[in-house]
């Protein structure tokens, strides 16, 4: 079975700073794609940034950027310069012809 | 607006009932998936879909049928609802399996089995 692994269940982050949120996970495939998915409290799944594994460079996405560490299967998403609305449950989910989840860590946002 | 529908938003069933969950999207994508979120849990795939006629199963697949006889619809059915069935499921849609340009999902259902 491939795995993900969210290591952190919550995490909290002053508004205006910036947060790292951690992800690993376990394949033996070779073409790939990661995705961060936000679900607010409407449930609604809306996509963040997607990174296809072939690239080394890390995705960005406005105030959100990956850090991407292939050999290690690190997958973190860091949200820089943090709003109120970013406050949300975040998966990271890879896709290897199937988009597989993790269970999610819940961002706190104080304002 | 193109996306991914589903109907209905709220389903309360009684135990053994059966009941069709639909989904229906706009955009021709070939893929189409089933997840079921719990509380404390990440979405779990049920059943998927590469293209018109083509089903397979996921990692949650007991107690849940699907077909697809239309490249727009995957119908999710459920055989004879156990309170185990209570979750909130989604329906995805993309362009392929491996989600080249990302994963739409429609707005989920909230299913009580009582």
């Known amino acids: 079975a491939q795995t993900v692994t969210q290591s952190q269940p919550e995490m909290s982050v002053q508004e205006a700073e910036t947060v790292t949120l951690s992800c690993t996970y376990d394949?033996?495939?070779?073409?790939?794609?990661l995705f961060w998915y936000k679900q607010p409290p409407s449930r609604q799944m809306i996509l963040v940034i997607r990174?296809?594994?072939?690239?080394?460079q890390n995705a960005t996405e406005n105030r959100f950027s990956v850090n991407f560490q292939k050999a290690a299967k690190s997958f973190s998403l860091k949200i820089s310069d943090s709003q109120l609305g970013d406050a949300a449950m975040y998966f990271c989910?890879?896709?290897?012809?199937?988009?597989?989840f993790g269970q999610g860590t819940i961002l706190t946002v104080h304002p | 607006n193109a996306g991914v529908t589903q109907t209905p938003k709220f389903q309360v069933l009684k135990t053994g009932q059966s009941m069709t969950l639909q989904c229906a999207q706009d955009?021709?994508?070939?893929?189409m998936s089933w997840y079921r979120q719990d509380p404390g849990m990440g979405l779990r795939l049920i059943h998927y879909?590469?293209?018109?006629?083509?089903?397979d199963q996921g990692e949650v697949p007991n107690g849940y049928n699907v077909s697809r006889s239309t490249t727009e619809d995957f119908p999710l059915r459920l055989l004879s609802a156990a309170p185990s069935q209570t979750s909130v499921y989604f329906c995805?849609?993309?362009?392929?399996?491996?989600?080249?340009?990302?994963?739409?999902f429609g707005s989920g259902t909230r299913l009580t089995v009582v």
């Open positions: 995805a849609s993309s362009y392929s399996g491996l989600g080249v340009y990302g994963y739409t």
């Open positions: 394949t033996s495939e070779s073409d790939y794609y």
């Open positions: 990174q296809e594994a072939y690239k080394q």
């Open positions: 989910a890879p896709s290897y012809g199937k988009l597989t």
């Open positions: 955009m021709n994508h070939e893929y």
């Open positions: 879909s590469v293209g018109a006629g083509i089903t």
